[in-house]
């Protein structure tokens, strides 16, 4: 029997959005209360589909990109492979745990890179890969060890005892993935793990 890194039956996600509408003579008491007395429309609830029925098998050491547009629900995908977020139909598994059933089995193969996240700008970066080795319950000496090693890894080395905040968007982009080789479980969920760089050098090239 195959044993895949990452399986989805099916797998949806709905979210409840609201929506104002111009015009009309409905003034519900949810809209006079958010929009006040002056609101001539009306506010209507719908589900939106986020992630619609996805079904995928991922291997074992294969490398699986996800591409679309902004709001295709790439994010939302992978905060439920994450198991930060419950579908509301299907399921997936993670290296063969189901993500609802064997919620904690699966986190323990997971290590996930999210960069909206970020680093404490007000720590060093060494203090940063201490607090991920603390949240991930490894023991001290282990610890020392995989942060000389992770942060060679990604050339920080000459600046581990820095304030992140003295960081450049690429460093601090470094950093995340340091963070995430310090967990070092089989399966990695990365999300956009370069778009802070490339966004803080669009904000440093226009101003």
């Known amino acids: 029997m195959v044993v895949y890194a990452i399986e989805t039956y099916e797998l949806t996600k709905r979210y409840r959005i609201r929506q104002t509408k111009l015009g009309g003579e409905n003034k519900n008491k949810l809209a006079k209360l958010l929009l006040g007395e002056s609101f001539g429309g009306r506010i209507e609830v719908k589900d939106r589909v986020v992630v619609d029925h996805v079904s995928l098998k991922v291997k074992d050491g294969e490398c699986l990109g996800l591409l679309g ?54 720590w060093t970066a060494r203090q940063n890969l201490e607090y991920t080795a603390l949240l991930y319950g490894i023991p001290q000496q282990e610890m020392r060890r995989r942060i000389n090693d992770v942060i060679n890894l990604v050339g920080l080395s000459d600046r581990v005892d820095e304030l992140v905040k003295k960081y450049s968007a690429g460093m601090k982009v470094r950093l995340i993935l340091a963070m995430g080789l310090m967990i070092d479980n089989p399966v990695y969920l990365m999300d956009e793990p370069f778009a802070r760089a490339v966004g803080e050098e669009r904000v440093r090239a226009s101003s």
């Open 69 to 122: 547009p902004n709001g295709a629900g790439k994010s939302t995908l992978l905060e439920i492979l994450s198991t930060g977020v419950l579908p509301d139909e299907g399921t997936a598994k993670i290296m063969g745990h189901d993500i609802i059933e064997e919620r904690e089995e699966a986190r323990m193969y997971i290590t996930p890179v999210f960069p909206m996240f970020g680093a404490n700008d007000m």
